[in-house]
Structure formats: C-alpha cells, structure tokens
C-alpha cells in the first residue's frame, strides 16, 4: 500500500516556475515507477512526466518538454516535478502517481495502469 500526497501548487504568473512534491509512504517507494499528470476542468486527465523507479529513466509529454523536470529521491519518499516558464494553459489539477514495477527502466503514460493516486494540487497560472 502506497499513500501519495502532493504539494507546491498555487496561483502564479506566465513565466513563472513552481515546483511541485509528492510525498509516499510506504516501504516499497523505490519500486514504483512515478508519473505526474494533470486534469483541466471539462478535459480529460492529461499525461505530464514519469519517472522510473531508479530514476534512470525519465519521459515527458511533447508540450512540457524543455520546461518541466521530473526527480525523485528514493531515500526521502519523494518525487518532484520541476515546472518552469509556466503558461496559461498549464493551469490544472496536477496529480501524482505510482506504478509498481519490477523493471528499472519502466515507465508509462497510460493513467490506467498507475496503481496509486495522490489528492491532487491546484496550478494556475494568469497571463
């Protein structure tokens, strides 16, 4: 079982950065793979970034490349989504989630395979 709570959304202005955290608990962190990804009110949940469970692999949608950095560290329970040059229609509900994997390389955009959902944080950004 995984608990996953985000946190460092807020009200920014175009251009800006943010940078958001997700916290897990659990013993088991470091074999998830983690994804970040968003929902925009009257759109459908939207594919951000993911992150391999050692790190060593990373993926992003076309649109945030360039712009947003996914991390984590194992040793704090934490994955992170950098997110810079911020623009209006960055504004959603940004939500983390894991992905059990035995492979060190794995990651997906596919929201349904995650397993486990954080909260979600609110993003706005105004023009």
């Known amino acids: 079982q995984v608990q996953l709570v985000e946190s460092g959304g807020g009200l920014v202005q175009a251009g800006g950065s943010l940078r958001l955290s997700c916290a897990a608990s659990?013993?088991?962190?470091?074999?998830?793979?983690m994804g970040w990804f968003r929902q925009a009110p009257g759109k459908e949940r939207e594919f951000v970034a993911a992150?391999?469970?050692?790190?060593?692999?990373?993926d992003y949608a076309d649109s945030m490349k360039g712009r947003f950095t996914i991390s984590r560290d194992n040793a704090k329970n934490t994955v992170y989504l950098q997110m810079n040059s911020l623009k209006p229609e960055d504004t959603a509900v940004y939500y983390c989630?894991?992905?059990?994997?035995?492979?060190?390389?794995?990651?997906?955009?596919?929201?349904?395979?995650?397993?486990?959902w954080g909260q979600g944080t609110q993003v706005t950004v105004s023009s």
């Open positions: 992150i391999s469970w050692s790190g060593g692999t990373t």
């Open positions: 989630a894991g992905l059990y994997s035995g492979r060190s390389g794995y990651t997906s955009r596919n929201h349904h395979l995650y397993d486990y």
């Open positions: 659990g013993r088991t962190f470091s074999s998830y793979a």
